[in-house]
């Protein structure tokens, strides 16, 4: 099992820009969703999706769109990339005993 | 909401020794979930040990174990026998165990760096 993947690793956007980025697992796991992560901050919960066509929003749900078709995989769109959404995002999906498995994570750079 | 704090932004502990590392939280629910997650520089998450509220014993997965004080809401990670390879970020995080209404994320306290001195 490869588990969660993300791609891209690294990202630099201009603010105004579009994106991206992609999430799969291959664990068959209902539950999927996406954090950033700031300095000093922890991980903050973006958006979420309980199964395929469910989504919903987190704590920090402006400026990011989610969709869910298919159990495996739960994209992150960036509609209009500002300065305030660099970070790093990572994808989780969890597992029946509530764990979480987390991807490595995308570094993003918005100039 | 559920807050989750870690007072110690940064521990350091001499290889071979044990350290505990504090996590308070703040809930008004009585089924949720606790965690702590290893975040080494590669910055892979790792889920190093898990609670369930319901559960009174306290958790361990070899040299981790936490204490778990469910009245008192704290849930304390000791590292035993410390090694090199345990140096990281450790995240302490919450979980409901309601489903819903924004409820079904990890809340996260913000980290504590921990240093192996060799």
């Known amino acids: 099992n490869a588990g969660v993947t993300q791609t891209p690793k690294f990202q630099v956007l201009k603010t105004g820009q579009s994106m991206t980025l992609q999430c799969a697992q291959d664990m068959n796991h209902e539950y999927m969703s996406w954090y950033r992560q700031d300095p000093g901050m922890g991980l903050r919960l973006i958006h979420y999706s309980v199964g395929a066509g469910i989504t919903d929003q987190g704590e920090v749900p402006n400026g990011y769109n989610v969709s869910r078709s298919t159990t495996e995989d739960f994209p992150l769109r960036l509609l209009s990339a500002a300065p305030s959404q660099t970070s790093v995002y990572f994808c989780?999906?969890?597992?029946?005993?509530?764990?979480?498995?987390f991807g490595p994570g995308t570094r993003l750079t918005v100039t | 909401a559920q807050t989750v704090t870690q007072s110690q932004p940064e521990m350091s502990v001499q290889e071979a020794e044990t350290v505990t590392l504090s996590c308070t939280y703040d809930?008004?629910?009585?089924?949720?979930?606790l965690f702590w997650y290893k975040q080494p520089p590669s910055r892979q998450m790792i889920l190093v040990i898990r609670?369930?509220?319901?559960?009174?014993q306290n958790a361990t997965e070899n040299r981790f174990s936490v204490n778990f004080q469910k009245a008192a809401k704290s849930f304390s990670l000791k590292i035993s026998d410390s090694q090199l390879g345990d140096a990281a970020m450790y995240f302490c995080a919450y979980r409901s165990g309601y489903r819903g209404g924004g409820a079904d994320g990890l809340t996260f306290g913000k980290g504590t760096h921990l240093i192996i001195q060799p």
């Open positions: 989780a999906s969890m597992g029946r005993a509530y764990e979480q498995y």
């Open positions: 609670q369930e509220a319901y559960k009174q």
């Open positions: 809930t008004s629910e009585s089924d949720y979930y």
